[in-house]
């Protein structure tokens, strides 16, 4: 069973180094590496400020300690904030321009630019290390006058949005990580409906860091304003190192009256191997805010990669009617780290929440749920509702939920329920009776203890989401 | 078909089965009776492969030795058991079980995989034939179905998967009368010259609906008389605590 | 603040005989309080429940040493009526009545004046506190086999004379192997604004059986921390039920360990909080070996401007198979301006465990107070009949009869 569970590791399918000539702007955090990365963006100086005040800030911030996996000290003069591939310098207009080895390199992990174009109607936004390579579907969006393009691109391009809403609701100081994304980050994906329209077509971002010894900071902002709706699907890999690497992003959210964000992630970034060796440490910044009356903003992740998960995605219910969801699997095998859940701040009436996570444990890993609900004295009439239930499976791993809980309005109700369990013998013993050998069992129980979660995301997305589920877990039964 | 030689079983020391023998020949239909604790359910995990037993002794499946096959490797080869207490797996599908199991076999006997379409197809007549409301199958595997319908569940999914060798375990209890014929047809509509049947049961309510070729009696871990059908009467007339 | 703990600890040392160990032992625990002082929200337990605010507000001019030279009266009246008990009565911090007139003498033992030990939570500065000024400390021994015949009843009462003071207690209870003892503990306080920091070690060994009923009910403005330890060997069941109620503030924290297998521990507590009112309980239960079972119920009702708190742990260790763990708590919140705050934690290492939580909170159910105004009550009688309702449900958990009746009338649940 280890031989076989060390071959399914070497596995990690997108485990793969595409051999791209990088620029880099040089290792170390400071201000001159700050300009550069703003000079390479060929940022208006109040992008420039808006880093450097950032960049200020952190000096006075301390990385918090409060999560349940700790990690090794990161030296942040080691890492290099800035590796674009030198074909993207010169950006090409459309992606028949695209350097053919990246093209190659989205077609291994299953992305195939082009193809995408004509095959599911899903337009892709590439972020290769710390830049946006290619945005399809381009035109197809504009005739409505959707915006979808890179961060970069929407700094110069339209200005007065970014300024409006980047920094809306992560502020510049929130915290250690966030605070470094806004003074580093690279790149990531802008999107902009406008009121009224339903986006087409799903919006996707994919993610790969491809350079060793880099950090990954993209910055995603994403505004529905009235009446719109967007879907839109965020994917990660990275190659296998020995070393462990950092990616910290922030994602902003924005829903205007009646609109509505469907947000799904498939998180699957090197894990590290089997003695928990390597890997990316996922410390990710996510929130939303229904501004608006009305507004909705739902999340739902499945994470099953990176050596530590540290997120919680958290939508602020500002508006009246305005509803916040969180659907999450979190899965940890071997030495795997998860610390994760979310936050449901209830500010305006009538507001609801719901939070859906199932977590499993599998191996040495160790997995936290943590989650707030918060619900204010004005907040009158609102309502959440929480389940969380955690599978483990074996006695090596842990599984742990820590929510916590608080009511200030006699007219809003809260209901919380967690189960912790395993899979019984019962269940597995039944499923083989049927013929199914040990793994495809659990793979299918497991599935089914996720479903309410699955069933949440995007078609295209469901099916290699369970797919997921099961090769995660693999080599954790017997 | 199956030959059971000197079947020891122990579980946390404690003797459950006890030179016990059995031989059940193609096409053949043997009922084992006994009262609680006799070891009825013990023999059916073991002959399933349920992990906890100490076991030693000799059985054989079609001239393989059992012990050495995993669970679903017995499955793959035939046998069939239709549980006491059929598990309830919240979230899975009930078709989408149906039909990764019956791949998961039809592909370990070299037999071309169902798809979607062929499956359902099969299925429909199927649970027409048992009288199986259609749409319990688009429900979640056991979940929130009566004791009856797990039951006719379970005699589904063995007419889908056409075992070789079916073994019912207490699959009558709990049963209504109704319920209990459409079991009964179930299992005489597969019955031919190369399918075998191993019924366990306490009662002989449902020997008068499925007719055996053979019954045994089992006490204290092994088999202390057989005969043929008339034994079953004659036990449901003695009781088991005279019978000795 | 500092000043005032200096000048009363050294106050304290002077007008007492301690032991050397325990002098030596006393100096660092003061030590360590200094250095920590009280506990603010900066810390993860106290999170909800800033002490050190709480105190500031609360009480001026808080002083530590307490003269306990000079005798108190007993008021007699403040005695539990209508059941025959054995008696522990500390007034004001000093221990006035030790009386256990139904039970066989050489079954039970009273040690006091013990060796003082440095505090397994490191964390936890309120225990050194405890231990810097406690003047007494006290150990009650339940023999081998014995069962009390008639509960005991811990008196703490307060009277009009203590104003600002902080009073520290410590008491151990063991109960040997085979041996139960019914406690209740009573509080009654007519003073005003003290700090009142109260610890019981709790052991139970093999096959014990203790049922622990705590009962602050009347209206007060101390503000009180209890800390229990609990530590249960095989087979050994404990039941707590807490009534918290009373004061301006209590914080009842309650760590129990099982260390045997097949022991159970069972917390059953009510909030009945109005006006400014801030309670919290805090429960860390530990399954440490197979087969142990715990079970924590808590609700609360909560009226103007109270808070109320939850904080309840499972843990379970790798080593505790087939543990049994279930969690509730719920609360109702009357007007606007209450707060109800949960932080019901899981932490679990093995797989083959039964483990839930779960917590709510909201208003009353309007559907049912229309369904019984639709039956002739009136909003209000509905409103108290729901609400008893809800809380009847915790102090039904109660296993012993006349304690259950008693706790019942002191609620005036009687129906």
Redesign the interface.
């Known amino acids: 069973m280890r031989e076989k569970q060390i071959d399914k590791l070497k596995d990690y399918k997108y485990g793969f180094t595409t051999d791209i000539e990088n620029i880099r702007a040089p290792k170390g955090l400071n201000k001159e590496v700050i300009e550069f990365i703003s000079k390479a963006k060929k940022e208006p100086k109040w992008m420039l400020d808006w880093r450097m005040k950032a960049f200020e800030r952190l000096k006075n911030l301390k990385e918090p300690n ?1 999560q349940k996996p700790k990690y090794p000290k990161i030296d942040y003069q080691d890492i290099y904030y800035y590796s674009a591939p030198k074909s993207a310098s010169e950006k090409p207009k459309n992606i028949d321009e695209l350097d053919p080895k990246l093209l190659e390199t989205y077609k291994k992990l299953g992305i195939p630019l082009q193809e995408q174009q004509r095959l599911n109607g899903i337009a892709v936004d590439a972020v290769f290390d710390s830049v946006s390579v290619a945005t399809t579907f381009k035109d197809k969006l504009n005739e409505v006058g959707v915006i979808f393009c890179s961060i970069s691109e929407a700094i110069q391009k339209h200005p007065e949005l970014v300024k409006k809403y980047l920094g809306s609701v992560i502020p510049l100081t929130d915290h250690y990580f966030a605070t470094l994304n806004s003074a580093v980050f690279t790149d990531g994906s802008f999107v902009y409906i406008p009121p009224g329209v339903k986006c087409p077509m799903e919006l996707s971002t994919y993610f790969r860091i491809n350079a060793s010894q880099t950090g990954q900071f993209e910055r995603t902002l994403i505004i529905a304003d009235k009446g719109s709706y967007v879907s839109y699907l965020e994917g990660c890999t990275a190659p296998m190192r020995d070393e462990n690497q950092l990616h910290a992003a922030n994602v902003e959210l924005v829903a205007l009256d009646n609109a509505e964000i469907k947000y799904s992630t498939v998180q699957n970034w090197y894990p590290g191997d089997e003695n928990g060796k390597g890997g990316i440490y996922n410390f990710v910044t996510k929130r939303g805010l229904c501004k608006g009356t009305n507004s909705k903003i739902s999340w739902t992740q499945v994470e099953t990669g990176s050596a530590i998960t540290w997120k919680y995605p958290s939508c602020v219910l500002q508006g009246d009617n305005s509803i916040g969801e969180f659907y999450s699997i979190a899965i940890t095998n071997n030495y795997q780290k998860a610390d994760t859940g979310t936050k449901m701040i209830h500010l305006g009436k009538n507001t609801k929440s719901k939070i859906i996570s199932k977590g499993i444990s599998a191996g040495f890993s160790d997995m936290t749920y943590r989650g707030l609900v918060d619900i204010s ?1 004005k907040a009158k009439h609102s309502t959440n509702y929480t389940q969380c239930d ?1 599978l ?31 899979i ?4 597995l ?10 793994e ?2 659990v793979g ?2 497991v ?6 979660v699955l069933q949440q995301l995007p078609m295209e997305f469901a099916v290699e989401a369970q797919k997921l589920v099961g090769i995660s877990l693999e080599g954790s039964v017997g | 078909m199956l030959k059971i030689k000197n079947l020891k079983a122990d579980i946390d020391s404690k003797s459950i089965l006890n030179n016990f023998n059995l031989e059940i020949k193609s096409g053949e239909v043997h009922a084992i009776m006994g009262p609680n604790g006799s070891g009825k359910s013990t023999l059916s995990n073991i002959l399933s492969g349920k992990k906890g037993y100490d076991v030693s002794g000799e059985i054989l499946f079609e001239n393989k030795n059992l012990f050495e096959l995993e669970t679903e490797e017995r499955a793959h080869k035939g046998i069939f058991l239709a549980f006491q207490y059929p598990l309830e797996i919240p979230g899975v599908n009930t078709n989408i079980f149906l039909k990764t199991s019956l791949n998961a076999i039809r592909k370990a006997r070299g037999e071309k995989e169902l798809d979607a379409i062929e499956f359902l197809k099969l299925v429909k007549i199927k649970a027409k034939e048992l009288k199986f409301d259609e749409e319990k199958l688009n429900r979640q595997l056991n979940v929130g179905f009566s004791g009856g319908e797990k039951k006719k569940n379970e005699i589904l999914q063995m007419s889908i998967l056409n075992p070789k060798l079916s073994i019912l375990d207490e699959t009558d209890s709990g049963l209504d009368i109704d319920a209990l014929k459409i079991v009964a047809d179930g299992v005489n509509s597969l019955r031919k010259k190369d399918n075998s049947f191993l019924i366990i049961t306490h009662y002989q309510r449902l020997l008068d609906y499925i007719k055996p070729d053979y019954v045994h009696v089992l006490m204290n871990g092994k088999i202390i008389k057989s005969g043929g059908p008339e034994l079953a009467l004659e036990l449901e007339k003695k009781g088991y605590e005279n019978f000795n | 603040m500092e000043e005032q703990l200096k000048i009363d600890f050294e106050k304290l040392l002077e007008n007492s005989n301690f032991s050397k160990n325990n002098v030596e032992i006393k100096r660092k625990s003061f030590n360590n309080f200094i250095e920590k002082g009280f506990p603010n929200r900066r810390e993860e337990s106290w999170k909800f429940s800033d002490l050190n605010q709480i105190i500031s507000k609360n009480i001026k001019n808080l002083s530590f040493y307490n003269d306990l030279s000079k005798p108190n009266k007993i008021d007699q009246s403040i005695f539990i009526d209508g059941l025959e008990h054995n008696k522990l009565v500390f007034v004001n911090g000093r221990i006035e009545k030790i009386e256990f007139d139904y039970e066989e003498k050489n079954k039970i033992e009273i040690l006091d004046d013990l060796f003082l030990e440095k505090p397994k939570n490191a964390n936890n500065s309120l225990l050194f506190l405890n231990n810097a000024f406690v003047s007494k400390y006290f150990k009650l021994i339940v023999k081998k086999n014995y069962s009390l015949q008639k509960p005991l009843v811990i008196y703490n009462i307060t009277n009009k004379d203590l104003v600002s003071k902080s009073i520290n207690l410590k008491v151990d209870i063991l109960l040997e192997e085979n041996s139960s003892l019914k406690l209740i503990e009573f509080s009654d306080d007519k003073s005003t604004t003290n700090f009142i920091n109260i610890n019981y070690n709790l052991d139970l060994q093999k096959n014990s059986f203790l049922k622990n009923y705590k009962i602050d009910n009347n209206s007060n403005s101390n503000i009180k921390y209890y800390f229990n330890n609990i530590s249960q060997d095989n087979n050994s069941i404990s039941e707590i039920f807490l009534l918290s109620s009373g004061s301006e503030f209590i914080k009842n924290e309650i760590n129990c360990n099982l260390n045997g297998k097949y022991a159970s521990a069972f917390v059953n507590g009510v909030f009945i909080l109005n006006k400014t009112k801030h309670h919290e309980i805090k429960t860390n239960i530990n399954h440490l070996v197979e087969n142990t079972k715990s079970y924590q119920l808590i609700k609360g009702v909560l009226e103007d401007t109270s808070k109320a708190v939850y904080q309840g742990k499972i843990f379970v260790d790798s080593k505790a198979q087939k543990t049994d763990g279930y969690q509730l708590s719920k609360a109702i919140l009357l007007n606007d301006n209450t707060e109800f705050n949960a932080k019901p934690e899981l932490e679990i290492y093995a797989d083959d465990v039964k483990c839930s939580h779960g917590s709510a909170s909201g208003s009353l159910n309007e559907d049912s107070i229309f369904y019984l105004m639709s039956r002739g009550l009136n909003y209000k009688e509905a409103k108290k009949l729901l609400i008893n309702g809800f809380l009847l449900d915790v102090v039904e958990k109660i296993t012993d009869f006349e304690i259950k009746n008693l706790i019942k009338n002191i609620m005036s649940l009687k129906q």
């Open positions: 409060w004295s955690s483990l499976m074996g006695n090596k791993c842990g599984a742990h939920t820590v929510p916590y809980i608080k009511n200030k309005n006699p007219e809003s109700n809260i209901a919380h329920e967690a189960t912790t369990s395993k019984s013998e019962e269940q013993h039944y499923c083989q009776q049927r013929g199914l050998n040990p495809e069992a299918l129980i599935n089914g203890f996720c479903k309410e």
